[in-house]
């Protein structure tokens, strides 16, 4: 993820370079908790139910149902962490043969969909809770929209990340080092 220094924002724009990137250091630990706690709790559920069928020869039940309330979560968050680091959406075809401006601008209006596209999906998700909100898992007895509200939250998450793109790229010199996705932090 790009880092903003005090000498890449222009005079008076530090507020908003901080504010932004508190936003994103927030989504990131956000979506790294997330996805981390939906698969310890799925392991150790999982495990839970290997031993129990093991020793005794019937399932507990419950544990099944985990990935089905879980693995949205730990999907979205992965999603919304790749488009953090820059690896989500990517549109490069064109950006060699524009200059700076052309660049930054192409880049803005692909943040603007993007920001319009997911804060849309996030709406019309609203709806879709309230339609799963009847199904009930029948063991745990939990509301499958509990499950859907990982799109929810995602998209959310989706649409603010590119707010925040957006206004790296505006406030930022060079616009191709916005969410430039480094190989080294991949080691």
Partial sequence: MMTLTSSD?????QPVATLVKWIDAAITGTTIVLAVTALV???????????VRY????????PTEMPNLLFPWLVMSGVVL??????????TAILPWLG???QRAQLMLLQAGVVATF????????DVIEITGTEVYPVTGVSA??????????????GLTALTTLV????????????VHQLSEDL
């Fill in 9 to 13: 924002a222009p005079t008076g724009r």
């Fill in 41 to 51: 709790i799925m392991f150790i559920a999982l495990m839970a139910e290997v031993v």
């Fill in 55 to 62: 020793v005794t020869n019937q399932g507990m039940g419950w």
């Fill in 82 to 91: 790749a488009a953090q680091r820059g690896q989500h959406i990517a549109v």
């Fill in 100 to 102: 700076r401006t052309g």
């Fill in 119 to 126: 804060f849309y999906l996030a709406w019309v998700g609203l």
């Fill in 145 to 158: 929209k509990w499950a859907y509200m990982a799109l929810i939250v995602g998209f959310v998450g989706l």
């Fill in 168 to 179: 790296h790229l505006a406030i930022t010199p060079n616009p191709l080092d916005v969410r």
